[in-house]
């Protein structure tokens, strides 16, 4: 598409479709964040729901494991810190 715009648009056009194109971008990242993490309750948050990054409950899962094989305990501490809480004003549209 950009290389299409860059033929055929104008300056100012061009402009306004780089801005637009780097917006869709933003809240396509974001969508694909949401979409693709992980949701799970949270114990002392009656109201609230939690969300993890697939990435950081990967990072998670590894240490979890190799802690495990190594007859070691983890502090959940860690990946408490990386666990985000939405309540429901936080969803409302």
């Not at 637009?20 to 799970?40: E, M, P, V, Y």
Request: aromatic fraction near 12%; proline fraction near 2%; charged fraction near 30%.
């Amino acid at each position: 598409m950009g290389a299409i715009a860059e033929y055929v648009l104008d300056d100012l056009d061009r402009y306004l479709f780089d801005a637009i194109f780097k917006a869709k971008l933003s809240a396509s990242a974001q969508r694909n964040d949401l979409a693709h993490g992980l949701f799970c309750v949270v114990f002392g948050e009656p109201d609230g729901i939690g969300w993890v990054s697939t990435k950081d409950r990967i990072q998670f899962a590894l240490k979890l494991d190799a802690a495990h094989g190594r007859g070691e305990g983890l502090d959940f501490e860690a990946i408490k810190k990386r666990v985000f809480v939405y309540k429901l004003p936080d969803l409302a549209v």
